[in-house]
């Protein structure tokens, strides 16, 4: 069979594609034309492919290499990229100690300007940046009410939520929403929704004393968890400002200063609503780190979390440049 390359591949859009992937251990080359990761095995080495047209982002960990040749390709097919510490996090470039989101994008600078301008064009102003901010946070509820109350995680014998704590829980917080006047006020208010949903998740499952600690430092397998899945979802949003053309410094609400803030924003639009009740669900069932991958990649697909990504960014940015422009 000849050689192939991303070229040759039928184009999958971005917010199509069913792949994330979390390697460790392994090589990741080209062989035949192919993406593939190789693994060893006592003599053996065991070569498997990466579907790479249908592939969103690659999170390299704990002993991984990767060749130029794979980059190259990666960068072809539109593949982010990112290197990782063991269990996905935390998440740093190789030429960096640490940072707080370091992706390295396919470098074309050939990406649509449309919504980058429209983006550009109210950022500078504080208010229509604010009213950016709580544009995103009323997705964010609504995609929280959707999916912890779909008839799916309803069926969830593990997960038995109070709907009408969980209501006036969203409720309060968009009524607060509405009165913020700055993005501190925002964060202030978004703090405080995400520690009543941490409390509502713990009495769902019945997991017990829980506190959340970040950058890895929790030893419990929820913070473990949520770490994880946390950083599944800034692979995909990364891969929407990409596909948007948005640089990840053009942030609405996680600070004008913090160079990948904007991924933060968007992977908020869905943390809340997928990440955290799995996870808990997951700690409670004594999954490995692999199932709950696996857990958390089947609900992005199922909720289409990418396409629930670029439209909020199309919708936002529509709205917010409507008088600016």
Partial sequence: MD?????????????????LYYLEHCRVLVNGGRVEYVTDEGKQSLYWNIPIANTTSILLGTGTS?????MRELAKAGVLVGFSGGGGSPLFAATEVEMDIAWLT??????PTEYLQRWVSFWFDDAKRLQAAKKFQLIRIAQIRKHWLSPRMQREEEFVVSE???LSLLVSFQNKLELCQTSSDILAQEASMTKALYKLAVNATKYGDFTRAKHGSGIDIANRFLDHGNYLAYGLAATATWVIGLPHGLAVLHGKTRRGGLVFDIADLIKDALI?????IAGMAGETE?????????GFNRAEALDVM????KETSILCSAVAL
């Avoid at 050689?3 to 792949?19: F, V």
């Avoid at 396919?106 to 990406?111: K, L, T």
Wanted: positive net charge; glycine residues 0%.
């Fill in 3 to 19: 050689d192939l390359s991303p070229s040759d591949l039928k184009s999958i859009m971005h917010s199509k594609r069913a792949n």
């Fill in 164 to 166: 009408v704590s969980l």
């Fill in 290 to 298: 692999q199932e709950f991958r696996q857990r958390c990649i089947s």
């Fill in 276 to 280: 955290l009740p799995q996870a808990f």
């Fill in 66 to 70: 990767i060749t130029q040749a794979a």
């Fill in 310 to 313: 670029i439209d909020a960014i």
């Fill in 106 to 111: 396919p470098q074309s600078e050939y990406r």
